[in-house]
């Protein structure tokens, strides 16, 4: 089974750019039934979803936005291979990259920033990559509905480091070419390292907050599993063991894969003595061994864990 991803960068004390209130009313100490968390934090810091209405009068708030646009597939924009300090992301960056489907609405950027530099760093904010005010212009040309960036996508967004806030809204060019024209964009998620595959399933959930700008958000994706040769034999290998909820305890060495099984009698030896790439199976004990040899051992297991819960 493939398994959900966080990409949220959590709300917590004495972050270097926010400082939220969380404390609790009650303790269990003295004697009191509940404890009860108290939070005061801007709708726009941490991971968090902007509405129009973050910058423009009496537009649409965040429990406007249609449920479906921050939900399903997303496509991977990935540039963390080139990605350094202060690096342009313009149009020429973004074409050499850009998906090859033409019906792209939902993207996420993948520059693994926060490996740069922790998100809890005056250079993560102050050395980040942006878009440009052309690369904005790009994006907006695109028809997109919904966009995520791991990284602080607008240039003057550095400004807190100096307590300035640039003006006018067209030097903010993601907002300006971008949300201003009704695309959402979901800022500060991290963990992006973990996306693996050029498309992913994703739920961006904002909390449900009456009349708001934005909204903290909660932003979880599912790597698309890429169907090759070794995870074919991953499945074939995985079925004729009893299924995934047979399997009891997985490893491997160097040369093959270790297994033992709930109920022995669900496994179909010559169906596995079959399975392309494996070299034999035999058993020491309560435990199966499947040889496939060095080079192929590794990618078989590895499929192995990314299909199911093991």
């Known amino acids: 089974m493939n398994k959900w991803i966080d990409l949220s960068m959590p709300i917590s004390r004495n972050h270097i750019r926010w400082n939220p209130t969380i ?47 921050y939900m399903g597939e997303f496509y991977v924009l990935d540039l963390s291979e080139v990605i350094g300090d202060n690096f342009a992301i313009t149009p ?43 690369g904005a212009e790009y994006l907006a040309n695109k028809n997109l509905k919904i966009i995520a960036f791991d990284f602080p996508q607008d240039y003057p967004i550095r400004g807190w480091l100096t307590g300035t806030m640039e003006k006018p809204l067209t030097k903010h060019v993601t907002h300006h070419h971008l949300l201003m024209k009704g695309v959402t964009l979901v800022e500060y998620i991290c963990n ?86 494996v070299k034999g199976l035999f058993s020491i004990t309560d435990q199966y061994q499947i040889i496939f040899g060095t080079t192929v051992v590794d990618k078989v297991y590895n499929k192995i864990k990314e299909l199911s819960l093991i």
């Open 23 to 69: 404390e609790k009313k009650g303790n269990f100490d003295d004697g009191d039934l509940f404890e009860a968390t108290q939070l005061q934090v801007s709708c726009h810091a941490f991971t968090h979803m902007d509405a129009l209405s973050h910058i423009k009068k009496d537009a649409y708030n965040i429990l406007d936005i249609p449920i479906e646009t």
């Open 92 to 134: 020429e960056v973004l074409s050499s990259i850009w998906p090859e489907s033409k019906e792209v609405e939902k993207i996420i950027f993948k520059t693994c920033w926060d490996l740069h530099y922790s998100y809890n760093s005056k250079e993560f904010w102050g050395n980040a990559p942006y878009i440009t005010f052309e």
């Open 192 to 277: 992006t390292k973990n996306i693996t595959s050029p498309t992913v399933d994703a739920l961006m959930i904002p909390i449900a907050i009456e009349n708001t700008d934005g909204s903290p958000c909660r932003v979880l994706i599912k790597n698309h599993i890429q169907h090759d040769e070794f995870q074919s034999i991953a499945e074939e290998l995985i079925k004729n063991l009893g299924g995934q909820e047979n399997i009891s305890a997985l490893t491997h060495c160097a040369t093959r894969i270790r297994v033992v099984l709930k109920n022995d009698r669900l496994m179909n030896k010559k169906s596995i003595e079959k399975i392309n790439k």
